[in-house]
């Protein structure tokens, strides 16, 4: 069958390129064969490798996974290369090499991905593309070589950072992500609980598809990469949705899920979930670089709740930091099993009963000596970004070849960052709008602004901060609070009420400012915080005693002057920043 096998594929009407790369390699190693003959190299010399950018090279799936890719339309290669920005380009270097070009009569070309390809096929009912790890790598550093080079070559002469800012591996994403869960802090106010859920594969419920796949291809658990960790990011997803704060997809918010209350007012107000991977930083005894990983790498998921009236969600019966007695069998042996800690636990001891402090929301755990001394489960972050990415010097292919090769993240974090359109690590209701703060009197202000300062529905005394948490990509206000307006049958006009109600997390705007210490940075702060029809409005005339390197933190201090002369409300502000030195 073998030999019938390589028979078909070897034929030139197979569709199949596995025919080229059998041919290409049995010349290899003629020549080496010959070189080595005529003394030119020792038989046990290393054989060369292929340059990184032979990975591109179209149908090589076919030489390596023939049971896979029987035909050469159906590799990525292939699809990356029918993208309809690379048969321009392509047509546009034959046009300057003189040639004819023959493919100018054919119908438009579309935009085409590999990821999606291979994604495609990882959810079609064909077995194999989920099981195979070298598969899953081949992918991976396919898409990553071309999303790296491309954002180079995109980037011109500007930065590579802004080029890669919408990459889940680039730190400018995360950046963003960070500034607008501050914005959040600031519209809403401290969140009230933060949740780790961390599921163990071996005992992981897996759904009949997935343990189809497992049973037809003779696999354990762990070794379905793909399938495994888009069902467990799934079901995670959907818990935080579903089981913790009833979110519903966006549709209308469902009444049965943890957090809600019986009878009383209490419910999930706001909530934001990352889906992060075991990196292993808690182990001990082991040396680890900044570029390497020695978890796991198994998905799991942090959660912020912000609740309302906490005191009417009888909290003492769903959250418990004590260990169960022997009354509980059940739930004690999951406990002591799976949340042993190494020395000690990090929360408070406790040995009065549970409650939740009506003036301050502040929920205080039974947590006796017992649970404080021995069990616990402490969650942990991690975060692991190639600072290669920010080299504005480096040429397209060694500034992928370089990432290639220091980059290592573990199959679940390849999968996710592949399948993040579908499966996004950052899931929050909210709508993140990036904002790069303009420094007045430097530049044309952008287009945003220019709506701010025409806007006909805003009141003089709304702040550009505040316009921006309202408003849509129009300057007009936003549907989400148009829609709101309309639900709660608000008697007030729309244009009245927009201007008095305070923003609710709809819209998080991620401002991004110059550093503290420099001065431009309290230009940026005074542009956001202080409402102006022209930006000459900013401007006092005391401001022409100041030095250069100070005017605009005088000009915030002119405009402001209570807030910037009171070290309280200053420090509360840096505070909700996450600044550990404040």
Not at 15 to 41: C, M, N, P, V
Request: charged letters at 25%.
């Amino acid at each position: 069958r073998a030999e019938k096998a390589l028979e078909y594929l070897l034929r030139d009407d197979s569709g199949s390129h596995y025919g080229h790369f059998w041919h290409l390699h049995h010349k290899t190693l003629g020549q080496r064969e010959r070189a080595i003959r005529r003394g030119d190299i020792w038989r046990g010399t290393p054989a060369k490798r292929l340059p990184s950018n032979f990975i591109e090279t179209v149908g090589i799936e076919c030489a390596l996974w023939p049971h896979l890719y029987w035909c050469v339309d159906m590799t990525e290669t292939y699809v990356r290369s029918q993208d309809a920005r690379r048969l321009q380009r392509r047509r546009r270097e034959q046009q300057e090499d003189g040639e004819e070009d023959l493919d100018a009569g054919e119908q438009q070309s579309s935009r085409q991905s590999a990821k999606a390809s291979f994604l495609a096929k990882a959810h079609s009912a064909l077995i194999g593309y989920n099981s195979d790890p070298l598969l899953l790598h081949f992918v991976y550093d396919l898409w990553l070589f071309t999303t790296i080079g491309g954002a180079k070559n995109s980037a011109g002469t500007g930065g590579v950072r802004e080029a890669l800012a919408a990459k889940p591996y680039s730190p400018e994403l995360w950046r963003t992500y960070h500034t607008a869960l501050v914005d959040l802090q600031r519209q809403i106010g401290w969140p009230s609980l933060f949740i780790t859920i961390a599921p163990y594969e071996w005992s992981f419920p897996y759904h009949q598809w997935l343990q189809d796949e497992l049973t037809k291809s003779l696999r354990a658990r762990l070794d379905a990469p793909v399938a495994e960790t888009l069902h467990l990011a799934h079901v995670l997803s959907q818990a935080v949705k579903g089981l913790l704060t009833g979110a519903n997809e966006g549709m209308q918010a469902k009444r049965e899920h943890v957090f809600t209350s019986g009878e009383g007012p209490g419910k999930v107000r706001h909530w934001v979930a990352r889906l992060e991977f075991q990196d292993g930083k808690r182990k001990r005894h082991v040396y680890r670089n900044n570029q390497f990983y020695h978890g796991r790498g198994t998905v799991h998921v942090h959660i912020l709740l912000w609740l309302s009236d906490m005191h009417a969600m009888d909290l003492s019966a769903k959250i418990r930091a004590d260990i169960p007695g022997e009354s509980e069998p059940e739930m004690r042996d999951l406990v002591i099993g799976s949340q042993l800690d190494y020395t000690s636990s990090g929360w408070p001891m406790r040995e009065e009963p549970t409650e939740v402090t009506e003036k301050e929301q502040q929920l205080k755990l039974h947590h006796p000596r017992e649970a404080f001394e021995k069990y616990c489960y402490l969650p942990k972050f991690s975060s692991s970004f190639a600072a290669e990415l920010l080299n504005n010097e480096a040429s397209d292919f060694s500034l992928a070849r370089r990432v290639l090769a220091d980059y290592h993240p573990l199959q679940p974090e390849m999968v996710l960052q592949l399948a993040m359109q579908q499966h996004p690590q950052f899931i929050c209701p909210a709508t993140v709008r990036k904002f790069v703060v303009p420094v007045p009197w430097q530049k044309e202000m952008p287009q945003l602004v220019q709506y701010y300062m025409t806007s006909t529905w805003r009141r003089d005394n709304m702040s550009l901060l505040d316009f921006l948490r309202k408003s849509g990509n129009n300057g007009q206000i936003s549907q989400k609070y148009r829609r709101m307006h309309s639900h709660r049958k608000i008697g007030m006009p729309l244009n009245d009420w927009i201007n008095v109600h305070p923003a609710e997390g709809k819209t998080l705007v991620a401002s991004v400012m110059y550093a503290h210490t420099n001065d431009r940075h309290y230009g940026q702060w005074l542009l956001l915080n202080v409402p102006f029809r022209n930006i000459d409005e900013l401007w006092h005339p005391q401001a022409d005693r100041l030095p250069e390197n100070l005017k605009y933190l005088g000009l915030c201090v002119l405009h402001r002057r209570r807030f910037w002369r009171d070290p309280q409300r200053i420090r509360a502000e840096l505070e909700k920043e996450a600044r550990r030195e404040t």
